[in-house]
């Protein structure tokens, strides 16, 4: 049953320096603002280079400094980049492998949870847009991006899993960026786009900030399957000018491709009656009143997040100290039998069981509410799944499992039961 006491749960506060080496599960609970303070530390007693050395071999804490990276200091994060760069070259991933070499850390049922679930696939870490306002604190550049064959295999494998939670190909990037040498073949975002087509079934929507690559708007505004989807070119803060501009591209390329006999669909150009606001991300440490931050982040899905740099657990909740972005986001460690109990940190769960994928903010957004006001109910629901079971757990804002019950299945039908 739920504790009432945890509904009152205060944030925490963020401590502001240590001198004390903190355990690796201890690193992986930092908030972002922690993990600078903590590596600011370890510069200070010169021990930095070495613990970033040991973090790029250990996969969680890559995934977490590499989450993170745009709070970081900029030499702290050159030395992290010079690293991993070097741990790349001594240790390639195979073309034959799936993405992050998954197949050697889960079992195949595992990996059919893991696949069941996923609803964002970051093609490249790093974004050449680099907006300074960016939701998902998106580093600017483009460092890394997953293999092609590596994409290939994982659709082919596992598009049936993967057609369950439909994941869209960007998070923290700019979908248009991705591009994949492997010998004398050139693959791009269409590539990726149509392996989701024809493995799995469905057409992933594209949001997008390229608005004036000539090329990249003609396929925005092609239609590429008989299946239903969403293309958007974001235009927040846009001046009308512009924008009327870029709706006469748009409208061109739309007839371009009448013209030639293949079918178009409609670009809606999102975010017009809106402004890039500060207060989530990085911007959060920009705002001197918690009253000027949003309630609520960009993200908008629960589930699994699959990105170069690591698998991750999403869980959206609102925009705190703790969680700037709005969402906790915390490294897919192992798919374990520990049982999930009420009083659980949800972020502790979510290193050893999977989240079960879903859009969060169905019917959020009602008529009148401001945009990213809108953070949900909480108590809030969720399903999680460990190795042998899988939980319905109601969670606090503040993360933490209220009410715990295992959810038991004859092969046909499912019950709760309380936990």
């Known amino acids: 049953m739920a504790n009432p006491e945890m509904k009152f749960r205060p944030e925490r506060e963020v401590p502001q320096h240590t001198d004390e080496p903190l355990s690796r599960d201890r690193i992986l609970n930092l908030s972002p603002q922690e993990t600078v303070n903590y590596l600011g530390s370890l510069e200070e007693t010169g021990d930095l280079e070495s613990f970033l050395e040991d973090a790029a071999e250990d996969e969680a804490l890559k995934a977490h400094l590499s989450y993170w990276e745009k709070w970081l200091e900029k030499d702290q994060q050159a030395l992290l980049e010079k690293i991993i760069d070097r741990k790349k070259e001594i240790y390639p991933l195979k073309s034959e492998s799936l993405p992050l070499e998954l197949e050697k850390k889960f079992t195949e049922k595992q990996l059919e949870m893991i696949f069941s679930n996923v609803k964002a696939i970051q093609l490249t870490f790093g974004c050449s847009k680099g907006c300074a306002f960016c939701g998902f604190d998106a580093i600017k550049g483009v460092r890394e991006h997953i293999p092609y064959s590596q994409l290939a ?107 030639s006999g293949k079918k178009a669909q409609r670009v809606s150009l999102f975010g017009k009656e809106y402004k890039h606001v500060k207060g989530m991300g990085k911007t959060f440490e920009e705002e001197e009143d918690v009253e000027d931050v949003p309630k609520a982040g960009i993200a908008c899905v629960d589930g699994v997040l699959l990105t170069p740099r690591g698998l991750f657990n999403l869980f959206v909740i609102p925009i705190s100290r703790e969680y700037p972005q709005g969402v906790i986001i915390t490294p897919l460690e192992k798919i374990s039998d520990d049982p999930v109990k009420s009083g659980d940190e949800l972020r502790e769960v979510m290193r050893r069981s999977v989240v079960e994928g879903e859009y969060s903010h169905a019917g959020a957004i009602s008529k009148g509410e401001e945009f990213q006001r809108y953070f949900g109910r909480f108590p809030k629901k969720a399903k999680v799944s460990t190795a042998q079971q899988r939980y319905s757990v109601s969670v606090d804002k503040y993360g933490y499992v209220l009410e715990c019950k295992l959810i038991e299945s004859d092969g046909e039908n499912l019950t709760t039961v309380e936990k």
Request: charged share 35%.
């Open 153 to 259: 295999n994982m659709f082919q494998r596992y598009g049936k899993e993967l057609s369950k939670g439909e994941p869209f190909l960007y998070w923290a990037s700019e979908p248009s960026d991705y591009a994949s040498k492997e010998g004398l073949e050139d693959r791009t975002y269409e590539d990726v786009h149509e392996l989701a087509v024809q493995y799995a079934g469905y057409d992933p929507g594209v949001t997008s900030f390229n608005l004036t690559d000539k090329k990249w708007i003609d396929f925005m505004a092609r239609k590429t399957s008989a299946y239903r989807t969403g293309r958007r070119l974001s235009v927040f803060g846009m001046k009308e000018e512009k924008l009327q501009a870029l709706q006469h591209r748009v409208r061109e390329s739309e007839e371009e491709i009448k013209f």
